[in-house]
């Protein structure tokens, strides 16, 4: 069982922000290291790693510093693409389950590719009485949003809505809030999802958004 978990040679995609699970993301590809990448895991179904950035820049230039970023990522998994015009893929990914790095190395293409062995998801923790306005405020928002889009045009959240579990609502709050990436990346790697809804009610009832 515990073999299953591991991936090898996963590719990876240093990025300056957090996915989570459950998150969706819309990606603008143009290197060559990340059209061949997302081209091939397309083709195939087969899932990429999203890491935080620590050092360095998402997209290559002459003289950047070399890139290095957060040992634990997320899975993704590619929900549409668009070829606009060659050379840029407009891709949007859905967030799965949590990896820790075990060692990765650089192919001299730029790409980079890592041993993982994945995280257990969230344990399904109902949401309690006294954080239940983050979770009405959740879903107060993913109404407002539903109303303002455009038919064709999905809302930046993955249904099924699921505002009675912990780890979802925190996940939810956490790509929506302007948190510096640091804290997101903190509390994504937290494994207690009332822990970490906890702290988002912290800054929700600062700002007045649930409270």
């Known amino acids: 069982m515990a073999a299953a978990l591991n991936l090898q040679s996963l590719p990876l995609f240093p990025l300056g922000t957090v996915l989570f699970p459950g998150g969706l993301l819309p990606l603008r590809i143009f290197e060559v290291r990340y059209l061949d990448m997302i081209g091939r895991c397309h083709r195939t179904g087969a899932p990429f790693g999203v890491v935080s950035l620590v050092q360095g820049e998402e997209v290559r230039r002459p003289g950047s510093g070399p890139e290095s970023f957060a040992t ?20 949007r990914i859905l967030g799965g389950q949590r990896f820790r790095i075990g060692s990765s190395e650089q192919l001299r293409h730029g790409l980079w590719v890592a041993d993982v062995q994945q995280l257990d998801p969230d ?46 609502v925190a996940n939810r709050w956490c790509e929506l809030l302007p948190l510096p990436v640091p804290l997101k990346q903190r509390l994504m790697e937290l494994n207690n999802p009332l822990l970490r809804l906890e702290l988002v009610g912290d800054v929700l009832a600062k700002t007045g958004i649930a409270s």
């Open 72 to 91: 634990v990522g997320t899975l993704a998994t590619i929900e549409t693409l668009e070829h606009p015009r060659p050379g840029l893929m407009m891709v």
């Open 123 to 168: 344990l399904v923790v109902p949401v309690p009485e006294d954080l239940q306005p983050t979770s009405t405020a959740l879903g107060r928002l993913i109404h407002s949003l539903q109303e303002k889009s455009a038919a064709n045009e999905p809302i930046p959240i993955a249904p099924p809505w699921r505002l009675d579990d912990c780890g979802w």
